[in-house]
């Protein structure tokens, strides 16, 4: 069984029930949102990011 022997899991845990199409298109959706690390810099005024794309950097204003 994935995961361990599932001891320590929460008893809220259900299994979902879904069928193999489902099931596939679950694991589909997972990985479509896989891709190269995002690293962000935050500037101690925290008025501005850094973000790092793998290829560039994009600044982005995070002023409310």
């Known amino acids: 069984m994935a995961g361990g022997d599932g001891q320590n899991w929460s008893s809220l845990l259900r299994p ?3 069928s193999a199409e ?10 479509a949102l896989t891709g190269d690390e995002i690293l962000v810099e935050v500037p101690a005024s925290r008025t501005q990011l850094r973000i ?13």
């Open 52 to 64: 790092d794309t793998g290829s560039s950097w994009v600044r982005a204003s995070c002023e409310g």
């Open 22 to 31: 489902e099931m596939d298109d679950l694991v589909a959706f997972f990985l």
């Open 16 to 18: 979902l029930g879904l």
